[in-house]
């Protein structure tokens, strides 16, 4: 029995210009593949794809699971394929791997997820957007028809199809995702040419949500569009309307609003994976949950923990604007990755005296806020370049009180 397996990721094993140039060497020679278990940090367990000793990709996510299968089934940590064909404008290939395996058993091994055990308990929640309907409709109409074949009219399911492509750029649930893979399949085994062409452009839309170009739009496009949507408004109103005797009381109003940011950051402080390190890197955050595989009630939960976030930080003026939040990612891994201490740092540091600064950064070096081994010239360029820091590299280093053996 033969099985096959989408290699993705090509993007982070080599350069950019050379990615056609490994794609046509693939097509061409069809070399042998091996599959390796990896443990990591962020995303759990990956299987990455050698040639020989190079690094070419990794397994895709939704064959990741029976990939593992096999391996289990197998004994082993190690599988042997070789290139079957290529998708150049996927940037994918897929692999050829020869054995009996049983087909996994999607029930087992479920019983404790690891989003089992993390919920946010704050109300209210970020009711789902018109388009989040319309989204949902399409996918149930789509694999209905292409799982059943119930003769709709062809016509009706190519704009439900068009509807999944231009609503699906978003959603990294679990739930999702898998239905999108699935339509996937299903697509291009159509006997209609026109419906196998979604095929591919489904791959694509697939692919694309952990590219650095998709990234870069969560941060930039999704989270402000979903904290500026109606339905934040409509979650903030309702808080409002909860906490209305203590917010029209001067005395209670910053309080109450305290309280509840305290509590959500200790709600996020209990998300699995360390995600609660990336929260304020929402491109990332995102990037990461799409490979957690995150249901999509938790989802809706940590969007609506965020949102809720980012508007009580706005009445108390502790929202960043985007120069601010790029100096805190830089400063972020001086401190140990604690973006709220770097905040707290900028806020004690901006508009102080030099030998102020030195004297702060010395003592917070000594107390293990702050890398010994990063807090001369790494951190000196930043608050330098940020205008904070003015002096010269030569003077901040002789006003450090640094000794080795702290950090």
């Known amino acids: 029995m033969e099985t096959h397996v989408q290699i993705t990721g090509l993007q982070y094993a080599c350069k950019e210009a050379e990615i056609p140039v490994v ?16 443990q990591t940090h962020d995303f759990g367990i990956i299987v990455r794809a050698l040639i020989g000793t190079t690094f070419r990709g990794v397994v895709s996510r ?10 289990q089934c197998g004994n082993t940590s190690v599988l042997v394929g070789q290139v079957a064909d290529t998708d ?59 799982r059943l074949g119930r003769s709709m009219n062809k016509q009706t399911l190519l704009e439900h199809l068009d509807i999944i492509l231009q609503l699906a750029r978003w959603d990294v649930s679990q739930e999702t995702q898998q239905q999108l893979n699935h339509i996937r399949l299903l697509a291009g085994q159509h006997t209609d040419s026109e419906v196998r062409s979604f095929a ?31 339905e934040a408004e409509q979650m903030y109103c309702l808080w409002s309307s909860m906490h209305k005797a203590e917010l029209s009381d001067i005395r209670l109003w910053q309080p109450t609003i305290t309280s509840q940011l305290e509590a959500i950051e200790d709600c996020l402080k209990q998300l699995p994976a360390d995600l609660c390190y990336q929260k304020d890197q929402f491109g990332a955050l995102m990037h990461r949950l799409l490979y957690l595989n995150i249901p999509r009630c938790k989802l809706m939960m940590l969007l609506s923990a965020l949102v809720m976030r980012r508007k009580l930080q706005m009445l108390l003026g502790l929202s960043d604007d985007e120069a601010e939040r790029q100096l805190t990612l830089q400063l972020a891994p001086i401190f140990y990755g604690d973006t ?68």
Request: glycine share 4%.
């Open 88 to 146: 150049p404008e996927g940037r994918c290939y897929n692999i050829c791997i020869s054995g009996d395996y049983p087909t996994p058993d999607k029930t087992a091994g479920c019983t404790l997820c690891r989003w089992d055990e993390w919920r946010w308990t704050g109300t209210p929640l970020l009711d789902c957007c018109p388009d989040d309907r319309r989204l949902d409709i399409s996918l149930k109409v789509a694999l209905a028809e292409l």
């Open 200 to 230: 591919p452009r489904l791959r694509h839309t697939l692919t694309a949500l952990g590219s650095k170009k998709r990234i870069k739009e969560f941060q930039d496009t999704f989270l402000p569009m979903l904290c500026q949507s109606k």
């Open 62 to 71: 939704f064959d990741l699971e029976n990939v593992l299968s096999m391996m």
């Open 340 to 407: 709220e201490r770097v905040r707290k740092f900028l806020l004690l540091a901006r508009g102080q005296k030099g030998a102020d600064i030195t004297s702060l950064v010395s003592r917070w070096v000594r107390d293990s806020h702050i890398c010994a081994a990063l807090c001369h010239r790494p951190l000196w360029t930043i608050l330098h370049d940020a205008g904070i820091y003015k002096a010269t590299e030569s003077n901040w280093n002789i006003q450090l009180n640094i000794r080795k053996s702290w950090g």
């Open 23 to 38: 794609m046509t060497t693939l097509e061409k020679q069809k070399p042998e593949v091996l599959l390796v278990t990896e």
